[in-house]
């Protein structure tokens, strides 16, 4: 198989103007508008290529809507940031810089990390869900959603972007730090602006959004992808804190993918988002365990999960104990302790559902992904469940 | 303090046996100078068999592992439902087996949750005359009654058929009616058994 020679791609990332080797002077007539960059990269503004020391210009405050590229390279606090991240020596502080800027402090898809983080994402979902799949196969769909939010949704990676130390910037724009995170703030008590339309087929109220619509239409959080309205003004955007955080998470990893290749994206992947501990168990909430549960037992052809009477004690007191199992045959599936008989066997059926739920075969479990490493072994294949209980 | 630790125990058996027997007649409920030493030795209790020392027990320092009771964890999946190509199947399967042997008979089923099995043994004679009866007497004919006239479950009688409005009211109101008389304490109680309820469908 013909590997992808990421090394060739990422040198689109830095913009013309940080390279050395095609230094161009951009048309110095045109007349700036606004906060609008201008490209020397862009057909008719391309007059020649000069030398390095000719292209170094003072960049007056507010002149762009970021940081310039070449403040990268001077600023303390990016420079700890790749080195406290330990990042590979191939991302340079120029793309780092570049992770830094939302989409509302610089609308340029060229020097704002919307691409990145499009590509960082994706490697998350795609490295998060599988290591899911793999190491819990029955999970069921909701649990499935939640537990992924919970690894990879904006939340958690706003805490993993202020663990890394990363502040935000009180404001953007060409004079500040490039360390800083910069986006256009939401001010508090305002309303979060609507992302768009949704881009599901069935967007009329009245169809009904079940989880198999869900799988197949919505993100991997179970949400409505939306799609901005073409037809509506581009007003400054503003952006709530956890989504510039969460954009940035995702463009380091993005950069890392682009500048070091996979296996680096994926090992930072599993070192700073798969290495938290998440209660898989805590996300689970039944309407009728015991239905759920005798429903199972029929599916799988083991017998009927029957109640019984393990101990007690205070029967007749104000606060009694029961302890009830819930055996199917003579091999017992869990247990659950209540001050009624009532609760105790719906906590063991819940205990007995979440046993079956949460199977897992092993922490070694291999994931499709390390099949892309040189010299891997032969892929032996996961445990495939037959799909969470319908009662 | 090794022959310490050794002496204790025994001294202990031997001074607590006919203590324990005493502590429930009569309890000194509360503590002063000249009762501390009979509370003392009344609350000092024999200790639990697998603490005392005996000929098999280890001669050096050791560690005591006596975790409480508790609930079996979910993480650890049952035998039963451990998937096929699963090794863990083939490795308990020796311990399943002297478990098996040396096991006793299965603690008792609870009456009210026992398998009611569906036998389909109900014609549509049958489903006609259960209509018949709960509409022309409810009062009489309830729910559970008819269940057990005609075994089957109450889940099914249900599906058969409907109280009729009159008598529905009549419930309501004799429910209602309940409700307004309950003091605060079995108010509490109630609020906290549902508090309870929801709190164990989350396993919290």
């Not at chain 1, 959603?145 to 990676?157: D, E, R």
């Not at chain 1, 998440?278 to 009927?304: M, Y």
Request: proline content about 7%; aromatic content about 8%.
């Amino acid at each position: 198989m013909k590997r992808i020679q990421l090394e060739r791609w990422s040198g689109q990332l830095l913009s013309p103007r940080t390279r050395l080797c095609c230094l161009r002077q951009w048309n110095q007539s045109t007349p700036h508008i606004g906060s609008r960059r201008l490209q020397s990269g862009i057909g008719a503004e391309v007059s020649e290529v000069l030398e390095e020391e000719e292209s170094i210009r003072p960049i007056r405050a507010g002149e762009f809507a970021s940081p310039p590229p070449e403040a990268a390279a001077r600023s303390a606090k990016l420079a700890a940031l790749h080195a406290r991240l330990a990042l590979p020596k191939k991302l340079p502080l120029q793309t780092m810089a570049r992770a830094l800027v939302d989409l509302s402090a610089d609308p340029d898809p060229q020097f704002n990390n919307t691409a990145l983080s499009q590509v960082g994402g994706s490697l998350i979902s795609a490295y998060v869900s599988e290591w899911l799949l793999c190491h819990y196969p029955r999970l069921p769909m909701t649990v499935l959603f939640a537990a992924n939010y919970a690894y990879q949704g904006p939340s958690t990676l706003t805490k993993i972007g202020k663990e890394w130390g990363v502040e935000t910037a009180a404001y953007p724009g060409s004079e500040v730090d490039p360390g800083l995170l910069q986006f256009n703030k939401l001010t508090p008590g305002s309303k979060v602006p609507s992302l768009g339309v949704s881009t599901r087929p069935d967007y009329a109220g009245f169809y009904r959004r079940g989880i198999s619509s869900r799988v197949v239409y919505d993100d991997e959080f179970g949400d409505q992808i939306k799609f901005p309205e073409k037809d509506t003004v581009t007003e400054p955007v503003k952006q709530p804190t956890d989504m510039a955080y969460s954009n940035f998470v995702k463009a380091v990893v993005g950069s890392i993918y682009i500048h070091a290749g996979r296996s680096a994206a994926r090992s930072f992947v599993h070192a700073h988002i798969l290495s938290r501990h998440l209660a898989i168990g805590s996300l689970f909430q039944f309407k009728t365990p015991v239905r759920e549960l005798a429903r199972l037992c029929e599916r799988e052809e083991f017998e009927f999960p029957v109640a019984r009477i393990l101990s007690e004690t205070g029967r007749h007191s104000r606060s009694p104990v029961f302890v009830v199992g819930i055996f199917s045959g003579e091999d017992k599936l869990a247990e659950g302790a209540g001050p009624n008989l009532s609760e105790a066997r719906v906590r063991a059926a819940v205990s007995a559902l979440k046993a079956w739920y949460l199977y897992s075969p092993g922490s070694n479990t291999r994931v499709p992904s390390e099949m892309e490493e040189m010299g891997a072994k032969p892929w032996t294949p996961v445990h495939i469940d037959m799909g969470e209980i319908i009662h | 303090m090794e022959s310490k630790m050794l002496k204790r125990p025994v001294t202990d058996v031997l001074s607590s046996r006919f203590q324990c027997l005493a502590v429930s007649s009569n309890v000194p409920t509360r503590r002063y100078e000249s009762s501390y030493r009979r509370t003392k030795q009344r609350l000092n209790i024999k200790p639990d068999s697998t603490f005392l020392f005996n000929s098999k027990s280890p001669q050096q320092n050791h560690i005591i592992f006596n975790p409480p009771s508790s609930a079996p964890n979910v993480l650890i999946t049952p035998l039963i439902f451990l998937p096929k190509g699963d090794r863990r199947k083939e490795l308990f399967a020796g311990r399943i087996a002297t478990e098996a042997a040396s096991s006793t008979r299965l603690a008792p089923v609870i009456p009210k949750f026992r398998n009611i099995k569906i036998k389909h043994h109900l014609t549509d004679k049958d489903i006609a005359e259960i209509q018949r009866l709960r509409t022309t007497d409810p009062e009489h004919n309830t729910v559970s009654k008819l269940a057990k006239r005609f075994d089957c479950s109450s889940f099914f009688v249900r599906m058969c058929c409907e109280a009729p409005p009159e008598q529905k009211q009549r419930h309501e109101e004799l429910y209602a009616g309940r409700y307004a008389r309950m003091g605060p304490k079995r108010l509490k109680a109630r609020e906290e058994r549902k508090k309870r309820m929801e709190l164990a469908l989350r396993d919290e």
